[in-house]
């Protein structure tokens, strides 16, 4: 007689599923840690790879601002292009790469560079600056003042010495005959001190500013150093003319 239902669940059996799981378990956790040793060592090959995409970008820099410094401005370019295809998040590859175009005569391209960077960190001091100089050389002095400004007050490593930047703006302030706005620079400059704070070039700013008191104490300044000097003596006959 053939009987329907379920196969009776045996002592065998049950021995045969428990052997059966006792083989999968180790299999699983085999499989699991190899499987765990492969990331692991696919994140150390990308870290190291990383590292050394890192290094060389850095050297690529390194060499480029070399290269610059003795004026070898074509071969500095392709080094920081090298350095900023490299390592593209880099702030100051992208720019000194931008820098580099601008300086073999590429502005157009450079230009494109630090809008690109300053779409990115439109508070990037040092890529401000670069756009104020673009503008600046290519004739459109009103945006070129504003971009100094932003730059001036963007954000910048460290604590840089801004006083150069200051006296590149009002020295476009003056070249085009901003008389307001140069004052408002220069009076702001003769707050300041330190090294790079030249003296006689602040003297002739505050003399196209018209503004004649300051820029007369200014050369009486100048002339207790130099009591003979001719340039300076015109300087303070032109301020002392100026006040009448």
Do not use: C
């Not at 610059?68 to 390592?87: K, P, V």
């Not at 230009?111 to 001091?125: C, D, I, N, T, Y």
């Not at 500013?209 to 200014?218: F, I, N």
Request: a neutral charge; proline letters at 3%; zero cysteines.
């Amino acid at each position: 007689m053939i009987s329907g239902g379920n196969p009776p669940v045996t002592l065998s059996s049950v021995r045969v599923k428990t052997l059966d799981a006792r083989r999968v378990v180790p299999v699983f956790f085999v499989t699991l840690l190899v499987t765990a040793a492969v990331v692991i060592i696919d994140l150390m090959l990308v870290d190291v790879a990383r590292q050394h995409r890192s290094d060389a970008a850095l050297q690529m820099f390194e060499r480029g601002q070399s290269e610059m410094r003795q004026g070898n401005t074509a071969a500095a370019l392709e080094l920081f292009r090298s350095a900023h295809n490299q390592s593209t998040s880099n702030s100051e590859y992208h720019l000194a790469f931008a820098r580099g175009l601008r300086a073999n005569g590429l502005e157009r391209e450079g230009q494109a560079a630090v809008e690109r960077l300053l779409s990115q960190l439109p508070s990037h001091g040092g890529a401000n600056a670069e756009m104020a100089r673009i503008l600046a050389h290519a004739g459109d002095w009103e945006r070129a003042a504003w971009f100094y400004h932003r730059s001036l007050y963007g954000e910048w490593r460290g604590s840089p010495d801004l006083v150069s930047l200051r006296f590149e703006l009002a020295d476009l302030l003056a070249k085009h005959g901003a008389d307001g706005e140069l004052l408002a620079e220069v009076v702001l400059l003769e707050t300041l001190s330190g090294p790079s704070l030249d003296r006689r070039h602040l003297a002739k700013l505050l003399l196209a500013a018209k503004a004649w008191t300051r820029a007369e104490r200014q050369y009486q300044m100048l002339l207790r150093s130099s009591p003979a000097e001719a340039e300076l003596l015109a300087g303070l006959a032109r301020a002392q003319f100026g006040a009448g």
